[in-house]
């Protein structure tokens, strides 16, 4: 097992003295792929409004025994319309030293979990076509494909599509 395997850590409501360890951790996937979309890092401002976008839905903070961020998800409004009430996007992000140790896995489950406890029956996740291990994540955790908008994105001359994939966490009445 390698030293990152064994990082103690615990799940804690995301809040904002977490803005920092957001920003370190976003900036990091702007600068190394395409898990975030933007091409430059971004400020505190921007790491504000994704704290803010998920304001009354389930956040979550990874943070180590002393307190550093490790990661975080949170859910957030599809759409501001009361009939999409029921349905949420999903965002996660983890420090490049504590993935594929199943702290994302542990992560999702929760974020699920509490969906369904806040009355939310699908979560939906948009992924860069040119982030195959986001993909293969959440494909792995149940996620289906079920939309593709072709080409929408261009990050360092480079186009990209942007997928839709939806999981069903609890039955809707009636269906």
């Not at 803005?19 to 990091?28: A, D, K, S, T």
Request: net charge positive.
């Amino acid at each position: 097992m390698n030293e990152t395997s064994r990082t103690a850590f615990d799940f804690v409501p995301l809040g904002r003295q977490h803005l920092e360890g957001m920003r370190r951790i976003f900036n990091h996937h702007i600068a190394t792929g395409y898990g975030a979309y933007p091409e430059k890092p971004v400020d505190r401002e921007v790491v504000e409004s994704l704290l803010r976008r998920a304001e009354g839905y389930p956040a979550i903070a990874v943070e180590a025994s002393d307190g550093t961020l490790l990661g975080f998800g949170f859910l957030s409004a599809y759409s501001p319309q009361d009939v999409f009430a029921h349905t949420a996007q999903i965002t996660i992000f983890l420090d490049p030293q504590i993935t594929r140790v199943g702290i994302g896995t542990r992560l999702l489950r929760r974020l699920e979990a509490d969906a369904r406890n806040q009355g939310i029956t699908a979560i939906l996740a948009h992924i860069s076509s040119r982030n195959p291990a986001s993909f293969a994540f959440h494909t792995k955790h149940g996620l289906v494909v079920c939309g593709r908008f072709p080409n929408i994105g261009r990050k360092w001359g480079k186009p990209f599509d942007i997928v839709w994939m939806i999981k069903t966490v609890s039955r809707v009445e009636g269906s």
